[in-house]
């Protein structure tokens, strides 16, 4: 098991509602990413922050947002819901800095399911 | 931006054979790139990671192999077991305007007793 958390583990909204997920990285990792994973696709990446800094950003709207607080945990936030992002939402750690190279450790991911 | 092909198509092998999955990524050849371990239900695990300037990267019974002339990595599990059943991702960081990391789709393995 990795020390990366991730809250709630399940979480059930209706369309046009927002969200807040919550991601707990592993001690002294100070970068954080979220990717969101659809049914028998890959993760896909929608932001890191390092630092409490967006370092990089994936091909996704403005309605995904995210904050990195002092203590290096992570929200992601996703405003006007809509079915297609019933997903499993992950959140992975490092320390590998601004370029991230390094070993991301995962969280179990949060499963979310708009109707 | 990068693209990464991993076979969509399932691989079943016998217990105790050399699993061998394979990852293509489109364009330019990344610094490094990732393979992960994924169980139904549960996040990633990382197995290793291969720079650009390596050729081979070793642990335990896995090797991963780069290539940027053919643009391609392989990821071989020696001596499968049953609990080698899992899907395997591959994945690369992009560093156009700012960071980012590619997951391929996986490939599912499946090992027999």
Known sequence: ETGVTQ??????????????LRCSSQSGHNTVSWYQQALGQGPQFIFQYYREEENGRGNFP?????????????ELNVNA??????????CASTNG??????????????RLTVL | SQKIEQNSEALNIQEGKTATLTCNYTNYSPAYLQWYRQDPGRGPVFLLLIRENEKEKRKERLKVTFDTTLKQSLFHITAS??????????????????????????TRLFVKA
Not at chain 1, 62 to 74: A, M
Not at chain 1, 81 to 89: F, G, H, K, Q
Not at chain 1, 97 to 110: H, I, L, S, V
């Open chain 1, 97 to 110: 800095g601004a370029e991230g190279t390094d070993t991301q450790y995962f969280g179990p991911g949060t």
């Open chain 2, 81 to 106: 077991q049953p609990a080698d059943s899992a899907t395997y991702l591959c994945a690369l960081a992009e560093f156009t305007g700012g960071f980012k990391t590619i997951f391929g789709a996986g």
């Open chain 1, 7 to 20: 809250s709630p583990t399940h979480l059930i909204k209706t369309r046009g509602q927002q969200v807040t």
């Open chain 1, 62 to 74: 403005p309605r995904f947002s995210g904050l990195q607080f002092p203590n290096y945990s992570s």
């Open chain 1, 81 to 90: 819901l809509e079915l297609d992002d019933s997903a499993l939402y992950l």
